[in-house]
């Protein structure tokens, strides 16, 4: 199998992080995939919100929180290095596909590179809730933009295993 392929199909979400810091080139290749993305009409409207600041990142996993009435001291985007927040014009009718592309090249392209990932899907639903949008005008994420999900990513804690079960859903039309 090639090494693109393998990497695909090795790829699985990670869901504890060590404390090892992602090197900024490192992070700089895991963005630069996700900007290479296809999007629809080639709008390439997404946006790309990096957060490493713990304490910010902690008051938007609060806030997220407190908005979805779920327990505050537990979510924490399973406390990751780096956030990327993935938004697009709200209009755009392919915002949440192009943000997803985008999302899987920079879960990929952190795969190959050993450090792990996965999708925080929470936030897409009340970006306009005042207390959220507050926190994303802070961060200068626009207006106009839904975060349509976020890449959690830092170096995996645990040994990630290949094993991953697949439902049969191909079928070929005879
Ligand atoms: C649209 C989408 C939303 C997801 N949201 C979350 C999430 O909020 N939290 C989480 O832990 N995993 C989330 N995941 C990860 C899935 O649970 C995971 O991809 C799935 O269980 C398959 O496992 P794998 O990624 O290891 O192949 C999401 C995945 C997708 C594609």
Redesign the pocket.
């Known amino acids: 199998m090639n090494q693109v392929l393998e990497n695909i199909i090795t790829?699985?979400?990670v869901?504890s992080f060590t404390d090892k810091t992602i090197e900024d080139d490192i992070l700089e290749q895991i963005i630069k995939a996700g900007i290479h993305a296809p999007s629809g009409m080639n709008k390439q409207s997404f946006r790309f919100t990096i957060v490493r600041n713990k304490d910010k990142m902690s008051r938007l996993a609060k806030e997220i929180a407190t908005e979805l009435e779920r327990d505050v001291n537990t979510y924490n985007f399973?406390l990751p290095d780096v956030l990327i927040m993935v938004s697009d014009e709200t209009e755009n009718s392919n915002g949440l596909a192009d943000c997803?592309c985008a999302?899987e090249n920079i879960?990929l392209a952190a795969h190959s590179l050993g450090v792990g990932s996965?999708?925080?899907?929470?936030l897409k639903l009340i970006c306009d809730k005042p207390k959220i949008r507050a926190i994303l005008d802070e961060f200068e994420i626009p207006a106009s933009h839904t975060v349509w999900?976020m890449a959690a990513l830092g170096y995996p804690k645990e040994n990630a295993t290949v094993t991953?079960e697949r439902k049969a859903v191909i079928h070929y039309v005879e």
């Open positions: 790829r699985k979400s869901r399973y997803a999302l879960f996965v999708w925080i899907n929470q999900g991953k």
